[in-house]
């Protein structure tokens, strides 16, 4: 008998599927668990601005074990705010993500909010 259902946790797994890296060293981590060492501030994109669009852009994050994003794509992202929140999101750097006081690389989602400014 099979188990039903699917596992808990991240919505719209792509499967075991990815770029053919093994994946074994690669640790799934909440954001939470990851210090941010500097975030870049997205630009507003100006096509959105003159909408009035608001809205985030759910982001997954690779960093290698210096903390430095080496991939990062947009998960849940309308298109007005993509280019914007990758151009800031490569910008991002973190502490290492350490595990048992060794540095390793992680994946991680994060979510970027574009809200109009009065």
Known sequence: GDPEG????????EGSGGD???????????WTEVKV??????VYPPSAQAMHIEGS????F????RGVPTSVTPT???APFQESALAAAAQWRFYPMKVNGV???ATFQLV???????
């Not at 699917?6 to 797994?13: A, M, S, T, Y």
């Not at 060492?37 to 997205?42: E, F, G, I, W």
């Open 6 to 13: 699917q596992p808990e946790g991240e919505p719209g797994g």
């Open 20 to 30: 053919g890296g093994g994946g074994s060293g690669l640790r799934s981590v909440h």
């Open 37 to 42: 060492k500097r975030q870049a501030q997205p």
């Open 57 to 60: 852009c759910t982001l997954r």
């Open 62 to 65: 690779i960093i290698d074990e």
């Open 76 to 78: 849940v992202c309308p």
């Open 103 to 105: 540095a390793q690389p």
């Open 112 to 118: 970027l909010r574009f809200r109009l400014s009065e």
